[in-house]
């Protein structure tokens, strides 16, 4: 059974960091394109960052470029989604996401685009 599972959400200052995992289970995640979303109250969800799966291209929203950065640990079968110089517009429920294609930059931030998500972990940037 494909199953994702995050971790690593917390409370944090603005300007702290945090890194949140998605280990897999169930499928081979270097096959698969991987997408990290988050979902504000009262707002849609949306894309943070993506690889895509084989290809390895990593795509990133443009408010998280340079502060966030996605990376993975196939010998676990993990993601992670590392969250540096956080402000409080990053606060939200993070979800990651697997898709057996492969997502290109016209796709990978449609939540649609995915069949399987984890079940979130909420960041909370605030003093």
């Known amino acids: 059974q494909v199953q994702l599972v995050e971790s690593g959400g917390g409370l944090v200052q603005p300007g702290g960091s945090l890194r949140l995992a998605c280990a897999a289970s169930?499928?081979?995640?270097?096959?698969?394109?991987i997408g990290w979303f988050r979902q504000a109250p009262g707002k849609e969800r949306e894309g943070v960052s993506c690889r895509s799966g084989m290809i390895g291209t990593i795509y990133y929203a443009d408010a998280v470029k340079g502060r966030f950065t996605f990376s993975k640990d196939s010998a676990k079968n993990t993601v992670y989604l590392q969250m540096n110089s956080l402000k409080p517009e990053d606060t939200g429920a993070y979800y990651c996401?697997?898709?057996?294609?492969?997502?290109?930059?016209?796709?990978?931030?449609?939540?649609?685009?995915?069949?399987?998500w984890g079940q979130g972990t909420q960041v909370t940037v605030s003093s």
């Open positions: 996401a697997a898709e057996p294609r492969v997502l290109t930059d016209s796709t990978w931030y449609v939540p649609r685009s995915y069949d399987s």
């Open positions: 169930g499928f081979p995640l270097d096959d698969y394109s």
